[in-house]
């Protein structure tokens, strides 16, 4: 069987204008595409290569000339190893990498290739033909498509008639696109039962083929034969238009890259995510090595480039995430821009109320201090108090305990790692003199904030969501989760294991995770009731079976067994540490939630 995954090798930017004829001042993210390819004859096959710091380090006056024209970003994601790369032209932005691949066999058009070695340099350069990208072994390793098996495509695929089959099975045919450059060729790949057109450039943007929306005249300079380019867009739109569900992927099309990564494919919950912890990294590293990695975060070790990071751990061992630089930098920004705004920026002083300190948190050019709750309290609460911070992020119950005991006046106070009762925000803000604002972050990403009207906004630039709703509630729904921009640790319909809740599509709260819902007479509690049925803040109330409930703090306990439909002992509160997450209501058992997956969830949707 054929697999297929999409990655990128940088980005850049362009004028939509440019790319599809549009009058408009916008910009379109192109990212540099790379698909890895698993054949089980050929082994993995990058479908190019990106850009490379080959490309940054040239010195020939047109590799400079291209940098001042297209600044791009480089990836510090690793594509893995593979064991053959395949060209679909020989443009910048994919052949960048090439130097970076010691020894791996080339396949490439030696028709192009030879029409663009006979150029004089000018022409070269117009072409965007860098010889100097090339590795010095090139004619050792190169592999001709024209060499593979020309076969004759069915009525199926027309206009296109003509390919060239690399494994010689059917399941990887080459494809002629010319136009754009010179010696174009697509890919088309048979993958567990769907075919997917990887088309490179024939289009920058799939709405160059679905609406033939031509690219404007500056962008024009770019195509090698502009007769040609139009001639293939046609017969892309006539193939799309006779087969409207084949994937047909442009490599720089952003919405589309992301929408097959998205596509329908088996949720994968926490508990399977982990067993498969090494499947869904670059440096397939298993989970407990991660862990220990995260423990130290040494960062001076072989996988120094990346930074190893622990969750809180608010039900048994605490989870991994891993990132590169340029990750975190996203993150930062990200961060900046929805929680506390560029405008407050200046001057700022911001302290992080953590369990476990990370590199996510460091070199990011903001003035921030961790502040560790595994340390008691009183042994750095006076220097908090001195550090004075203009911005305090933490657990809301490790919030409340600090503002008891210190006297602080932020500016921007984010309280997120927990879930908030009705009351929690009015004590927050009494302690320190303003509103808290929610932030929605794990270790699976920066998910969502509290917006300016008391909702919280999905960061959908970042992470793509869909709802499994609660079977008969429209108002609760469980995440499921794609993020569009991490590379280093992938998540990909990935369902998370808390519930939200919304109100006409607007999220509102995340209630807790589903291990804080209870069973009681065949149907679910969900902590927002246990509150409105007790009335106070200060309890905790644990389920042990199915007629066992133990509640610790104060309450209204009659209410509270007429929603349960069971007798409710009573206990007394007990301390906790400061690190760990306050759950006012919990289950002791069905850690994996089993029967609300199994039972009680919907299919995923928008």
Same mark, same amino acid.
């Given at each position: 069987?054929?697999?297929?995954?999409?990655?990128?090798?940088?980005?850049?930017?362009?004028?939509?204008?440019?790319?599809?004829?549009?009058?408009?001042?916008?910009?379109?993210?192109?990212?540099?595409?790379?698909?890895?390819?698993?054949?089980?004859?050929?082994?993995?096959?990058?479908?190019?290569?990106?850009?490379?710091?080959?490309?940054?380090?040239?010195?020939?006056?047109?590799?400079?000339?291209?940098?001042?024209?297209?600044?791009?970003?480089?990836?510090?994601?690793?594509?893995?190893?593979?064991?053959?790369?395949?060209?679909?032209?020989?443009?910048?932005?994919?052949?960048?990498?090439?130097?970076?691949?010691?020894?791996?066999?080339?396949?490439?058009?030696?028709?192009?290739?030879?029409?663009?070695?006979?150029?004089?340099?000018?022409?070269?350069?117009?072409?965007?033909?860098?010889?100097?990208?090339?590795?010095?072994?090139?004619?050792?390793?190169?592999?001709?498509?024209?060499?593979?098996?020309?076969?004759?495509?069915?009525?199926?695929?027309?206009?296109?008639?003509?390919?060239?089959?690399?494994?010689?099975?059917g399941t990887l045919r080459a494809i002629p696109l010319p136009g754009h450059a010179l010696g174009q060729f697509g890919l088309l790949c048979h993958v567990d039962g769907e075919d997917?057109?990887?088309?490179?450039?024939?289009?920058?943007?799939?709405?160059?083929?679905?609406?033939?929306?031509?690219?404007?005249?500056?962008?024009?300079?770019?195509?090698?034969?502009?007769?040609?380019?139009?001639?293939?867009?046609?017969?892309?739109?006539?193939?799309?238009?006779?087969?409207?569900?084949?994937?047909?992927?442009?490599?720089?099309?952003?919405?589309?890259?992301?929408?097959?990564?998205?596509?329908?494919?088996?949720?994968?919950?926490?508990?399977?995510?982990?067993?498969?912890?090494?499947?869904?990294?670059?440096?397939?590293?298993?989970?407990?090595?991660?862990?220990?990695?995260?423990?130290?975060?040494?960062?001076?070790?072989?996988?120094?480039?990346?930074?190893?990071?622990?969750?809180?751990?608010?039900?048994?061992?605490?989870?991994?995430?891993?990132?590169?630089?340029?990750?975190?930098?996203?993150?930062?920004?990200?961060?900046?821009?929805?929680?506390?705004?560029?405008?407050?920026?200046?001057?700022?002083?911001?302290?992080?109320?953590?369990?476990?300190?990370?590199?996510?948190?460091?070199?990011?050019?903001?003035?921030?201090?961790?502040?560790?709750? @595994? $340390?008691?309290?009183?042994? +750095?609460? %006076? !220097? &908090?108090?001195?550090?004075?911070?203009?911005?305090?992020? /933490?657990?809301? =119950?490790?919030?409340?305990?600090?503002?008891?005991?210190?006297?602080?006046?932020?500016?921007?106070?984010?309280?997120?790692?927990?879930?908030?009762?009705?009351?929690?925000?009015?004590?927050?803000?009494?302690?320190?003199?303003?509103?808290?604002?929610?932030?929605?972050?794990?270790?699976?990403?920066?998910?969502?904030?509290?917006? @300016? $009207?008391?909702?919280?906004? +999905?960061? %959908? !630039? &970042?992470?793509?969501?869909?709802?499994?709703?609660?079977? /008969?509630?429209? =108002?609760?729904?469980?995440?499921?989760?794609?993020?569009?921009?991490?590379?280093?640790?992938?998540?990909?319909?990935?369902?998370?294991?808390?519930?939200?809740?919304?109100?006409?599509?607007?999220?509102?709260?995340?209630?807790?995770?589903?291990?804080?819902?209870?069973?009681?007479?065949?149907?679910?509690?969900?902590?927002?009731?246990?509150?409105?049925?007790?009335?106070?803040?200060?309890?905790?109330?644990?389920?042990?079976?199915?007629?066992?409930?133990?509640?610790?703090?104060?309450?209204?306990?009659?209410?509270?067994?007429?929603?349960?439909?069971?007798?409710?002992?009573?206990?007394?509160?007990?301390?906790?540490?400061?690190?760990?997450?306050?759950?006012?209501?919990?289950?002791?058992?069905?850690?994996?939630?089993?029967?609300?997956?199994?039972?009680?969830?919907?299919?995923?949707?928008?």
């Amino acid at each position: 069987m054929v697999t297929l995954e999409l990655l990128e090798a940088g980005d850049c930017e362009q004028p939509e204008y440019f790319v599809n004829g549009r009058r408009t001042l916008g910009k379109l993210r192109f990212p540099a595409l790379v698909a890895r390819v698993g054949h089980p004859a050929l082994g993995t096959i990058l479908f190019d290569c990106g850009y490379g710091p080959a490309l940054l380090e040239s010195r020939s006056w047109a590799a400079r000339a291209y940098r001042r024209i297209l600044p791009f970003h480089l990836s510090t994601s690793s594509l893995g190893t593979a064991d053959a790369v395949f060209l679909s032209h020989f443009h910048p932005d994919h052949i960048g990498g090439l130097r970076d691949m010691p020894g791996l066999p080339i396949w490439h058009s030696r028709a192009g290739l030879a029409e663009l070695r006979a150029l004089g340099s000018f022409a070269q350069a117009h072409n965007a033909f860098f010889p100097e990208l090339l590795p010095l072994d090139f004619a050792s390793r190169g592999r001709a498509i024209e060499d593979c098996q020309r076969v004759a495509l069915d009525a199926d695929w027309a206009p296109f008639d003509v390919a060239y089959d690399l494994a010689g099975d059917g399941t990887l045919r080459a494809i002629p696109l010319p136009g754009h450059a010179l010696g174009q060729f697509g890919l088309l790949c048979h993958v567990d039962g769907e075919d997917v057109f990887l088309i490179a450039d024939a289009a920058w943007v799939l709405e160059n083929v679905t609406r033939l929306a031509l690219p404007a005249p500056p962008g024009r300079l770019a195509i090698a034969d502009y007769t040609a380019y139009t001639e293939t867009l046609r017969k892309l739109r006539e193939l799309k238009t006779r087969r409207p569900a084949l994937w047909m992927i442009p490599s720089h099309c952003e919405k589309t890259i992301a929408a097959y990564v998205q596509r329908p494919s088996p949720v994968i919950g926490p508990s399977e995510y982990e067993k498969r912890f090494a499947e869904f990294n670059v440096l397939g590293m298993g989970l407990d090595e991660a862990r220990a990695r995260a423990q130290a975060e040494k960062g001076d070790g072989p996988h120094g480039a990346y930074s190893f990071g622990l969750s809180t751990g608010s039900s048994g061992a605490p989870g991994v995430f891993i990132t590169n630089g340029e990750e975190r930098k996203t993150w930062a920004k990200a961060f900046v821009s929805r929680t506390i705004g560029w405008r407050n920026v200046l001057g700022l002083r911001a302290a992080l109320l953590l369990r476990h300190d990370n590199r996510l948190y460091a070199k990011q050019r903001l003035r921030l201090r961790y502040f560790s709750l @595994e $340390r008691p309290l009183e042994d +750095w609460a %006076e !220097d &908090l108090e001195r550090y004075a911070p203009t911005v305090l992020a /933490g657990p809301p =119950s490790a919030l409340e305990r600090v503002g008891t005991l210190v006297k602080l006046r932020p500016r921007i106070l984010l309280a997120g790692g927990e879930a908030m009762a009705p009351g929690d925000s009015a004590a927050l803000e009494n302690l320190f003199g303003v509103k808290p604002r929610q932030v929605y972050q794990a270790k699976e990403g920066f998910l969502a904030a509290e917006n @300016e $009207r008391g909702f919280l906004e +999905w960061n %959908e !630039d &970042l992470v793509a969501l869909q709802r499994m709703f609660v079977r /008969g509630d429209d =108002s609760r729904f469980v995440p499921v989760i794609t993020d569009l921009r991490r590379s280093t640790q992938r998540y990909a319909r990935y369902r998370m294991d808390d519930v939200l809740r919304q109100v006409d599509g607007e999220i509102v709260a995340v209630e807790g995770r589903l291990q804080d819902v209870l069973y009681a007479r065949e149907r679910l509690v969900f902590p927002d009731e246990v509150f409105t049925a007790l009335g106070v803040r200060d309890f905790e109330l644990e389920q042990f079976d199915g007629n066992r409930f133990v509640l610790r703090g104060n309450g209204d306990t009659v209410r509270l067994e007429e929603l349960l439909g069971a007798p409710v002992e009573r206990g007394s509160l007990r301390d906790r540490p400061l690190w760990e997450k306050r759950r006012r209501v919990r289950r002791a058992f069905d850690p994996e939630s089993e029967w609300i997956v199994t039972h009680w969830l919907r299919e995923p949707c928008r």
